[in-house]
C-alpha cells in the first residue's frame, strides 16, 4: 500500500515525523514502505528488548490470543499471575499491579505513595503528600507525572501543574535533605535517567538516599520503566547498588515491544482499598503472557552476562570513536549508553544516519550534545561494529 502525506495527516500531529512508513522489523533491522532497511539503535524508544518481532513473542500472542484475550481485571488469569510471581521472585517485592504504560504506572506509584502517606500522616495527623523528585528527570506524559518530571518548561506546559513535586539535584544528597519537610512521604528517581541524557545515580547516592529516607521515614520509589528489565546489565538497575527500594515501576522492556507496564511494592507498602487503583487492561493475559516469555528468556542462564559483555563492548567502541574525533567520551551502563559528542551535532548526525544509502542507520539524540544507544539486549557484536562503521561514515559526510 502506497500512503501519501495527507494519509498520514490524519494522525494528530504530535511530533516531527520523517516521512518513513515502517513496514517490518526483524531483530535489530526494520524496513520501511520503499524497502529500504536500516539498522534499528532506538528499538522503540528502548522497549524491543529482544528485538524486533521475536519468535518468543510472536508464540506468545498467537497460543494466548486463541485462549483468553480479556476476562475483565475484576477476575484472576493465569499469564498475569505468572508474571507477578516471576516478578517478584526475582526482585524485593512482594506484590504487583500492571498497568499499559510507563506514565500509568508512576501515576499508580504517586497515588501509592499518597495512600500510604495517609496512613502515616505528619506529626499533626495531616496526610503526608509530597514526593520529592529530580530536576531533568522523566517520569511520563500524564498531568501528575508530567508534574514530577523535571524537564525544562514542563511546569508551564499544561499549567497549572499538580502540586508537591519539589525537584533535587541528582547525586547530590544535600539538596534531597534541603527539601524535607514534615508533608514529604516518597523520593522518587531514575536509577539511570535516560530521556535526560543517560545519566546514572551513583551507587554512593542510591545507598545515601536508601538511608536517608529510612531515617525519616520516607518511601524510595525507583521508576525503572527505561533502566528495569535487564537494560543495564542486572534485571533491574537498583541492584547495582545493593538497596532495596519500597516501591519500583516498569514498562518499556517488560513487554518486548507490547504496552504492558507494572508497579510493584513491598507487602507493608502495597495499602490500595477496594476500587482505589485499577483500568479495563490492567493486567490482561495477552499482554501479560507476552511479559512472562520475555522475562523468561532474560532469566535464561548466561543472558544476563551477555548483556554486560555487549555493553562493555559499546562502551570500548564508544571510548575509541570519541578518541579518534576528539568527542568526550561516554557514559551509561549496560546497554543503555550515551556518546558525549561535546558539540550540538546530536540532530544532524540522526537525520544524516537516517539517510544514508543503501541502509540506514536509526540513532536517537535526546540532548543535542548526546547520542543515545539502546539497542535491543540480544544485539551482536557484529551489529555493534555495523554501527559504528556506519557513524563513521556519517561523520566524514557531514564533515565532523
Ligand atoms: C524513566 C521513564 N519513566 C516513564 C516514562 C513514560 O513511559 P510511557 O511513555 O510508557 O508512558 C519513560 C518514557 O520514556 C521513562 O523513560
Known amino acids: 500500500m502506497q500512503y501519501s502525506q495527507s494519509d498520514a495527516n490524519k494522525l494528530m500531529y504530535v511530533t516531527n515525523r520523517p516521512e518513513l512508513v515502517f513496514t517490518e522489523g526483524h531483530g535489530m533491522w526494520l524496513t520501511d514502505h520503499n524497502g529500504k532497511r536500516y539498522l534499528d539503535y532506538l528499538q522503540g524508544w528502548a522497549v524491543n528488548t529482544l528485538g524486533h518481532a521475536p519468535q518468543c513473542i510472536a508464540d506468545a500472542l498467537a497460543a494466548q490470543s486463541k485462549k483468553l484475550i480479556n476476562p475483565s481485571p475484576a477476575f484472576y488469569n493465569e499469564p498475569s499471575i505468572e508474571l507477578a510471581k516471576l516478578l517478584t521472585a526475582n526482585s524485593v517485592f512482594d506484590r504487583v499491579f500492571f498497568a499499559n504504560s510507563g506514565g500509568e504506572a508512576n501515576e499508580g506509584a504517586i497515588k501509592l505513595a499518597r495512600k500510604w502517606g495517609k496512613k502515616n500522616p505528619a506529626a499533626d495527623g495531616s496526610a503526608r503528600f509530597e514526593i520529592i523528585t529530580f530536576k531533568h528527570s522523566f517520569h511520563g506524559r500524564t498531568l501528575a507525572t508530567m508534574s514530577a518530571s523535571g524537564k525544562d518548561g514542563w511546569d508551564t506546559m499544561f499549567a497549572p501543574q499538580v502540586p508537591g513535586f519539589p525537584k533535587a539535584v541528582l547525586n547530590d544528597l544535600e539538596s534531597v535533605k534541603a527539601l524535607i519537610g514534615e508533608h514529604t512521604v516518597a523520593v522518587m528517581l531514575e536509577p539511570v535517567q535516560g530521556e535526560g541524557g543517560v545519566i546514572p545515580a551513583s551507587k554512593e547516592f542510591m545507598q545515601g538516599l536508601r538511608s536517608l529516607t529510612k531515617e525519616k521515614n520516607l518511601l524510595l520509589i525507583v521508576d525503572e520503566v527505561q533502566s528495569g528489565?535487564?537494560?543495564?546489565?542486572?534485571?533491574?538497575?537498583?541492584?547495582?547498588?545493593?538497596?532495596?527500594?519500597?516501591?519500583?515501576?516498569?514498562?518499556?522492556?517488560?513487554?518486548?515491544?507490547?504496552?504492558?507496564?507494572?508497579?510493584?511494592?513491598?507487602?507493608?507498602?502495597?495499602?490500595?482499598?477496594?476500587?482505589?487503583?485499577?483500568?479495563?487492561?490492567?493486567?490482561?493475559?495477552?499482554?501479560?503472557?507476552?511479559?512472562?516469555?520475555?522475562?523468561?528468556?532474560?532469566?535464561?542462564?548466561?543472558?544476563?552476562?551477555?548483556?554486560?559483555?555487549?555493553?562493555?563492548?559499546?562502551?570500548?567502541?564508544?571510548?575509541?570513536?570519541?578518541?579518534?574525533?576528539?568527542?568526550?567520551?561516554?557514559?551509561?551502563?549496560?546497554?543503555?549508553?550515551?556518546?558525549?559528542?561535546?558539540?550540538?551535532?546530536?540532530?544532524?548526525?540522526?537525520?544524516?544516519?537516517?539517510?544514508?544509502?543503501?541502509?540506514?542507520?536509526?540513532?536517537?539524540?535526546?540532548?543535542p550534545n548526546l547520542l543515545r544507544f539502546m539497542p535491543a539486549l540480544n544485539v551482536t557484536k557484529e551489529e555493534i561494529d555495523q554501527m559504528f562503521s556506519m557513524l563513521e561514515e556519517v561523520l566524514a559526510k557531514i564533515g565532523k
Not at 512472562?292 to 562493555?312: C, D, H, N, T, Y
Open 229 to 367: 528489565m535487564g537494560r543495564t546489565g542486572q534485571l533491574f538497575a537498583y541492584q547495582h547498588s545493593g538497596i532495596e527500594p519500597d516501591i519500583m515501576t516498569l514498562a518499556k522492556g517488560i513487554g518486548g515491544g507490547v504496552p504492558l507496564a507494572a508497579l510493584l511494592a513491598r507487602e507493608e507498602i502495597a495499602c490500595f482499598e477496594a476500587g482505589e487503583q485499577g483500568g479495563t487492561y490492567n493486567g490482561n493475559p495477552l499482554m501479560t503472557a507476552v511479559g512472562v516469555a520475555v522475562i523468561k528468556e532474560l532469566l535464561k542462564p548466561g543472558f544476563m552476562e551477555s548483556v554486560r559483555e555487549r555493553g562493555q563492548y559499546l562502551r570500548q567502541r564508544s571510548l575509541e570513536i570519541s578518541e579518534k574525533y576528539g568527542f568526550e567520551g561516554e557514559r551509561g551502563e549496560g546497554l543503555l549508553r550515551a556518546l558525549q559528542l561535546g558539540r550540538d551535532i546530536g540532530p544532524q548526525i540522526v537525520e544524516a544516519a537516517r539517510n544514508l544509502e543503501p541502509v540506514g542507520l536509526l540513532l536517537n539524540s535526546p540532548r
